[in-house]
C-alpha cells in the first residue's frame, strides 16, 4: 500500500541529505523521472542519476552491514 511505501522510504532515508531524501521521495513515491527530478532540483539528469545511484549503494552497504550484525 501507499503507507507501507512511505514508511519503507523513512526508513531508507535516515542519514540522507534534504537533497537525497528529495530525489527518492520523488523517484518512487512521485514517480517523477531522473529528468523531471533535475527540473525540480535544477540538476542534470545525469547529476541526478548519479546521485540516485550512490544513494543505492550506500543502502545496500547498510543494509549488510544490518544483515551482518543479525546473522553474526
Do not use: A, P, W
Not at 527540473?39 to 548519479?50: F, K
Amino acid at each position: 500500500t501507499n503507507l507501507e511505501k512511505r514508511e519503507l522510504v523513512e526508513l531508507s532515508t535516515r542519514g540522507l541529505s534534504r537533497k537525497e531524501k528529495l530525489i527518492v521521495i520523488l523517484y518512487y513515491l512521485e514517480e517523477l523521472t531522473m529528468k523531471e527530478i533535475g527540473l525540480v532540483l535544477d540538476l542534470s539528469e545525469s547529476r541526478v542519476c548519479q546521485i540516485h545511484h550512490r544513494i543505492l549503494f550506500r543502502l545496500k552497504e547498510t543494509l549488510e552491514r544490518m544483515r551482518e550484525d543479525l546473522l553474526g
